[in-house]
């Protein structure tokens, strides 16, 4: 599993995402109601070129985002889910952990692996091992 924070990462990780090899599937987990919304006041000079988006809050902004991100990766065949919390707590924390931790073990079936041996793990820890000295390695 890897992650990315968007919009932040949209430039890089982003463009793998939209343009690389279909190896993945993208979650997108989106919190309905947050904590905190922002609105955006004007800025007189406008130097940014961004008073179009004045008045609006980031939570506003970031959902565009999201949609836009959304609407271009289901256009460039990116498999995605999409997980909506009403807010993020504890429990829905957990939920995560738990949903990510199954779907990586059913995963690593899916793509014949088993998730739970570690023969790849024993191959670099015995090079590891015997760069370091370790007697019997």
Same mark, same amino acid.
């Given at each position: 599993?890897?992650?990315?924070?968007?919009?932040?990462?949209?430039h890089?990780?982003?463009?793998?995402?939209?343009?690389?090899?279909?190896?993945?599937?993208e979650?997108?987990?989106?919190?309905?109601?947050?904590?905190?919304?922002?609105?955006?006041?004007?800025?007189?000079?406008?130097?940014? =070129?961004? #008073?179009?988006?004045?008045?609006?809050s980031?939570?506003?902004?970031? /959902? $565009?985002?999201? %949609?836009?991100?959304?609407?271009?990766?289901?256009?460039?065949?990116?498999?995605?889910?999409?997980?909506?919390?009403?807010?993020?707590?504890?429990?829905?924390i957990?939920?995560?952990?738990?949903?990510f931790?199954?779907?990586?073990?059913i995963?690593?079936?899916?793509? =014949?692996? #088993?998730p739970?041996?570690?023969e790849?793990?024993?191959?670099?820890? /015995? $090079?590891m091992? %015997?760069?370091?000295?370790?007697?019997?390695?």
């Amino acid at each position: 599993p890897a992650s990315a924070v968007y919009s932040t990462d949209l430039h890089s990780l982003g463009q793998y995402v939209q343009d690389g090899q279909r190896k993945l599937f993208e979650t997108v987990i989106n919190i309905v109601n947050p904590e905190k919304n922002i609105v955006l006041n004007r800025d007189n000079n406008n130097y940014d =070129g961004l #008073n179009f988006i004045a008045g609006k809050s980031l939570d506003y902004i970031a /959902k $565009k985002a999201m %949609e836009g991100t959304i609407q271009a990766h289901v256009e460039g065949d990116v498999p995605n889910i999409i997980i909506n919390f009403n807010k993020i707590d504890q429990y829905d924390i957990g939920f995560l952990f738990y949903f990510f931790m199954f779907a990586c073990g059913i995963s690593g079936y899916l793509l =014949g692996v #088993n998730p739970f041996n570690q023969e790849g793990v024993e191959a670099y820890k /015995k $090079k590891m091992f %015997e760069l370091l000295g370790k007697p019997g390695y």
